[in-house]
């Protein structure tokens, strides 16, 4: 009796518990039983159109990389969201940083809060990474570019921040000073980064 509401919650776990609505109908499961698990709170809509299975438990902040990851696919994690991916600030990111191409329109995200970041070019384009978080592919700036990309946007982010990102990095076993100024080259901040590594590097 419940063939059709099992199935699509199995199918739901299977995307890591997170689908839109367009993602369930294309795998099988009707509007009807869809709006059903809403509706009986076995769902829970977290923006239009996007849906996540309330028995979840894993971290929100993995969540809400993964929501706006399915809202925003050609967008980048970056700045802070990605600085604290990669364990290299002590900040909270209270809302997800966002790197969007500038040609691009302006994701209209209600949830989770969204700060998107305009890059242009190769600083948009250069430095992704794909990572696996809840069956989902996520992309996120690699780390020596989100220290440089933390320089380049220190208004926006904190030049205290972009500080203690670079020192947190260079205390690293895979830490690549070359890799640093290529960024920095690439991002036209080399002359700003230069005299701080110098200072930081025997």
Same mark, same amino acid.
């Given at each position: 009796?419940?063939?059709?509401?099992?199935?699509?919650?199995?199918?739901?776990?299977?995307?890591?518990?997170? %689908?839109?609505?367009?993602?369930?109908?294309?795998?099988?499961?009707?509007r009807r039983t869809l709006y059903g698990l809403r509706d009986e709170g076995?769902?829970?809509?977290?923006?239009?159109?996007?849906?996540?299975?309330?028995?979840?438990?894993?971290?929100?902040?993995? =969540?809400?990389?993964?929501?706006?990851?399915?809202?925003?696919?050609?967008?980048? %994690?970056? *700045? =802070?969201?990605?600085? &604290? #991916?990669?364990?290299?600030?002590?900040? %909270?990111?209270? $809302? =997800?940083?966002?790197?969007?191409?500038?040609?691009?329109?302006?994701?209209?995200?209600t949830y989770p809060p969204v700060r998107s970041i305009f890059f242009t070019?190769?600083?948009?384009h250069e430095g992704i990474e794909m990572h696996r978080i809840m069956e989902?592919? %996520?992309?996120?700036?690699?780390? &020596?570019?989100?220290? =440089?990309?933390? #320089?380049?946007?220190?208004?926006?982010?904190? *030049?205290?921040?972009?500080?203690?990102?670079?020192?947190?990095?260079?205390?690293?076993? $895979?830490?690549?000073? &070359?890799?640093?100024?290529?960024?920095?080259?690439?991002?036209?901040?080399?002359?700003?980064?230069?005299?701080?590594?110098?200072?930081?590097?025997?």
């Open positions: 009796m419940n063939t059709a509401r099992e199935k699509a919650i199995e199918t739901i776990r299977e995307q890591g518990g997170i %689908i839109r609505t367009h993602e369930a109908l294309r795998r099988g499961i009707h076995t769902l829970i809509a977290t923006s239009r159109g996007l849906y996540q299975l309330a028995e979840m438990e894993n971290f929100p902040t993995e =969540i809400d990389l993964v929501n706006v990851a399915k809202l925003v696919p050609h967008g980048v %994690i970056c *700045l =802070i969201s990605a600085l &604290s #991916f990669h364990e290299l600030t002590t900040q %909270i990111p209270h $809302e =997800i940083w966002l790197a969007v191409e500038r040609k691009a329109r302006k994701p209209k995200v070019g190769p600083c948009f989902q592919d %996520i992309r996120i700036y690699n780390a &020596s570019k989100t220290v =440089i990309d933390c #320089f380049r946007w220190r208004n926006a982010v904190g *030049l205290d921040v972009a500080l203690e990102a670079v020192r947190s990095y260079l205390k690293r076993r $895979e830490a690549s000073l &070359s890799q640093l100024m290529e960024y920095a080259k690439l991002c036209k901040v080399e002359k700003l980064v230069t005299p701080y590594l110098e200072a930081m590097t025997p």
